[in-house]
């Protein structure tokens, strides 16, 4: 009973000491810069056609969505626009790609990081005489912390884009109206925030998966498991940085 008490304190120390560590050894990365930018093509540049398709849907959904509930002769059209631009850029632009990316990369680096555990290829880094933890995660975690905000960007840009886009030609309000309703109730710290969050979020992502690789045991099955785990807590970690962030931050 104390000890299923006392594990997830323990799992917490044990990940922040190998996050700590993958940060000490941040003078060292110039012995594992190819490496940093291989991670940032897989996790940044790879994963744009998806994070876009998926913000082109959900700007597309919530522009129609916000039309039918604000139908009425008494509400201007400029009003969706108002509505559809700072949810995009304060919440669903980060949320929508730290979901997907934490299926997507997180999923990959567990199973990555998990295989060479369980295949012994970490310990024959640390045999030729490596630095393990700064050659397999430090890149994979500067890389998270780097390209989300890039991966946030478009998606706000391809989520506003194809919502002006869907409001023309479904005929629910023009362009021009969608973006004076999007310039007038626009705050500057909107954008600051949803990258405030993106960088939160492909922190949690990449350290999280790369902390239930590390530590993968049990073979194949073991595999599976740290893979799910990487997932699934990515996501909870989210939802509460989210609303950590809102709360400190609006």
């Known amino acids: 009973m104390l000890d299923s008490l006392l ?47 998926a ?11 916000t039309s039918y509930q604000l139908e009425s002769p008494f509400i201007p059209k400029t009003i969706i626009g108002s509505i559809v631009a700072p949810s995009i850029m304060l919440e669903l632009g980060a949320v929508i790609a730290g979901f997907i990316l934490a299926g997507r990369v997180g999923a990959r680096i567990a199973a990555e990081l998990g295989t060479m555990r369980v295949s012994e290829q970490i310990d024959a880094l640390e045999v030729m005489g490596l630095n393990s933890i700064g050659f397999l995660i430090l890149p994979r975690v500067l890389a998270g912390i780097v390209m989300f905000p890039v991966l946030y960007v478009v998606t706000c840009v391809v989520g506003i884009g194809t919502g002006i886009g869907v409001g023309h030609v479904g005929g629910f309000l023009s362009a021009g109206e969608f973006l004076e309703g999007a310039r007038q109730f626009f705050k500057l710290p909107d954008p600051f925030i949803g990258l405030l969050k993106s960088v939160v979020f492909g922190f949690l ?37 989210d609303l950590l962030i809102a709360v400190l931050v609006l």
């Open 55 to 65: 913000a082109a849907f959900s700007g597309a959904v919530l522009t129609v969505q």
């Open 205 to 241: 992502i990449t350290s999280i998966a790369c902390y239930r690789g590390y530590y993968t045991d049990g073979g194949a099955v073991g595999v599976g498991e740290s893979t799910t785990q990487a997932t699934v807590l990515s996501c909870v970690f989210i939802l509460v940085a």
């Open 7 to 53: 594990f997830p304190l323990r799992a917490l120390g044990r990940y922040a000491v190998l996050i700590g560590r993958a940060f000490a050894s941040i003078s060292e990365i110039r012995t594992y810069w190819k490496n940093l930018f291989i991670q940032m093509v897989r996790i940044g540049i790879d994963s744009i056609p998806i994070v876009a398709l």
